[in-house]
T-cell receptor
Framework: EAGVAQSPRYKIIEKRQSVAFWCNPI?????LYWYQQILGQGPKLLIQFQNNGVVDDSQLPKDRFSAERLKGVDSTLKIQPAKLEDSAVYLC???????????????FGPGTRLTVL | AQSVTQLDSHVSVSEGTPVLLRCNYS??????LFWYVQHPNKGLQLLLKYTSAATLVKGINGFEAEFKKSETSFHLTKPSAHMSDAAEYFC????????????FGGGTRVLVKP
C-alpha cells in the first residue's frame, strides 16, 4: 500500500517569497492533516480537513498561510510571504476518518523541510 | 485541554541495555496515548497506542508502554536497545472519541552506543 506522498522534500527560499507544498494522502483516507515541526519540537497541527471541508484551522496563521483540498483528495499548503520563523518541516498525515467513535491511526508522510533565509 | 511532557530531551544508552523514555500527560478527559518514532528524514511511525483496554501496551520492535492513571504517566521501555533504535521518539495524547486531534510532546532523541 502506497504511503502519504509529499513534495518537494526540501525547499530553500528567501524571506517574503512564497512557497507551496503538496500532499497526496493514502487512497480512501477522508481526513488530511498538515503539521508544522520546528527543529527541536514536536509537530503542531496547522489544519485538518475532512474530505474537502476544514475541521480545525485554529492554529493556522491565516494572514500568511493557506491550505486547500478542493477535490477531497490531495492538498496544497501555501505560505505567502514567508518569514524566517517559518523554517520547519511540514508534515502531512492522513487517516480513514476523524468522525465517528473510534480513533483512526494517522499515517505520516516524510515531510518537506523548508529553510527561509 | 490536553498536554504532554517528555521528561528527557536526550537519552543515551549502550546497545543491549534497557531503554526508558518518560512521558507525563495532562487531559481533561480520559485520553488516548501514543508513542511515535521518527528516524532521520523519515515520516513518523506509530510504535504503540493505548485507548482503553490493557494498561500494558505492546508495540512494534520490542517496545512497550504502561499507562498509569494515578501517576498520569505513559513511559516507553525496551529491554534491550538495538543500534536501529537510534531516533527521535514522541509521546502523544489524543481524544478517545471523534476528532483525532493529537498533541505531541517535545520529543526525546535516543542515541545508541555500540
Amino acid at each position: 500500500e502506497a504511503g502519504v506522498a509529499q513534495s518537494p522534500r526540501y525547499k530553500i527560499i528567501e524571506k517574503r517569497q512564497s512557497v507551496a507544498f503538496w500532499c497526496n494522502p493514502i487512497s480512501g483516507h477522508a481526513t488530511l492533516y498538515w503539521y508544522q515541526q520546528i527543529l527541536g519540537q514536536g509537530p503542531k497541527l496547522l489544519i485538518q480537513f475532512q474530505n474537502n471541508g476544514v475541521v480545525d484551522d485554529s492554529q493556522l496563521p491565516k494572514d500568511r498561510f493557506s491550505a486547500e483540498r478542493l477535490k477531497g483528495v490531495d492538498s496544497t499548503l501555501k505560505i505567502q510571504p514567508a518569514k524566517l520563523e517559518d523554517s520547519a518541516v511540514y508534515l502531512c498525515a492522513s487517516s480513514l476518518s476523524a468522525s465517528g467513535g473510534a480513533y483512526n491511526e494517522q499515517f505520516f508522510g516524510p515531510g518537506t523541510r523548508l529553510t527561509v533565509l | 485541554a490536553q498536554s504532554v511532557t517528555q521528561l528527557d530531551s536526550h537519552v543515551s544508552v549502550s546497545e543491549g541495555t534497557p531503554v526508558l523514555l518518560r512521558c507525563n500527560y495532562s487531559s481533561s478527559y480520559s485520553p488516548s496515548l501514543f508513542w511515535y518514532v521518527q528516524h532521520p528524514n523519515k515520516g513518523l511511525q506509530l510504535l504503540l497506542k493505548y485507548t482503553s483496554a490493557a494498561t500494558l501496551v505492546k508495540g512494534i520492535n520490542g517496545f512497550e508502554a504502561e499507562f498509569k492513571k494515578s501517576e498520569t504517566s505513559f513511559h516507553l521501555t525496551k529491554p534491550s536497545a538495538h543500534m536501529s533504535d537510534a531516533a527521535e521518539y514522541f509521546c502523544v495524547v489524543g481524544p478517545r472519541a471523534a476528532g483525532n486531534k493529537l498533541t505531541f510532546g517535545g520529543g526525546t532523541r535516543v542515541l545508541v552506543k555500540p
